[in-house]
T-cell receptor, first 116, second 110 residues
Framework: DTGVSQNPRHKITKRGQNVTFRCDPISEHNRLYWYRQTLGQGPEFLTY????????KSRLLSDRFSAERPKGSFSTLEIQRTEQGDSAMYLC??????????????FGPGTRLLVL | LAKTTQPISMDSYEGQEVNITCSHN???????ITWYQQFPSQGPRFIIQGYKTKVTNEVASLFIPADRKSSTLSLPRVSLSDTAVYYCLVVGSYGQNFVFGPGTRLSVLP
């Protein structure tokens, strides 16, 4: 399967704990995006990378959130001191940016986080 | 980023054609219209994308009038498995981040 993969698929944690999610994009895709989705809502943009550079962060991304893409391949999203409001589905997407050619984002299956 | 408006929900029966219309009055010259489908507990799946007139693939058709202020996703002969949430997005050609609305929840009934 050459699609976007995310691990773990589910995570249950206690409030105050740190969690880390991993995303493996489609090979050779240079852009990687993180979104958060709560029940009944569409995905909300969190941040994106072009290769290893983090180019934009949403205001939704508080100081407790950090994302990395150290070698321009896989990415991790860490949430420190989790709160119940962090419970959501965290989606990763990747795309191939080729100048003016319109890119399509391909999404992974998501990681569902439940903070107790 | 152009905002979109689409119906919150729609019902249909198996075998019918379903048309979901999306309004995007503030679409910019370089923007494309993209539709995604999402099943519960899965990530959104790309369906179709277009700039103007009509685009068709093996899954759906996308109709875009000349003023591009709206678009219509057409799903021919839907089946129960087409029950999902459908998102209309307007995306710039320079990697602007996707802004999802609440989407249209399509329920296909037997």
């Amino acid at each position: 399967d050459t699609g976007v993969s995310q691990n773990p698929r589910h995570k249950i944690t206690k409030r105050g704990q740190n969690v880390t999610f991993r995303c493996d994009p489609i090979s050779e895709h240079n852009r990687l995006y993180w979104y958060r989705q709560t029940l009944g809502q569409g995905p909300e943009f969190l941040t994106y990378f072009q290769n290893e550079a983090q180019l934009e962060k949403s205001r939704l991304l508080s100081d407790r959130f950090s994302a990395e893409r150290p070698k321009g391949s896989f990415s991790t999203l860490e949430i420190q001191r989790t709160e119940q409001g962090d419970s959501a589905m965290y989606l990763c997407a990747s795309s191939l940016s080729a100048g003016i050619i319109q890119e399509t984002q391909y999404f992974g299956p998501g990681t569902r986080l439940l903070v107790l | 980023l152009a905002k979109t408006t689409q119906p919150i929900s729609m019902d249909s029966y198996e075998g019918q054609e379903v048309n979901i219309t999306c309004s995007h009055n503030n679409i910019a010259t370089n923007d494309y219209i993209t539709w995604y489908q999402q099943f519960p507990s899965q990530g959104p799946r790309f369906i179709i994308q277009g700039y103007k007139t009509k685009v068709t693939n093996e899954v759906a058709s996308l109709f875009i009038p000349a003023d591009r202020k709206s678009s219509t996703l057409s799903l021919p002969r839907v089946s129960l498995s087409d029950t999902a949430v459908y998102y209309c997005l307007v995306v710039g050609s320079y990697g602007q981040n996707f802004v999802f609305g609440p989407g249209t929840r399509l329920s296909v009934l037997p």
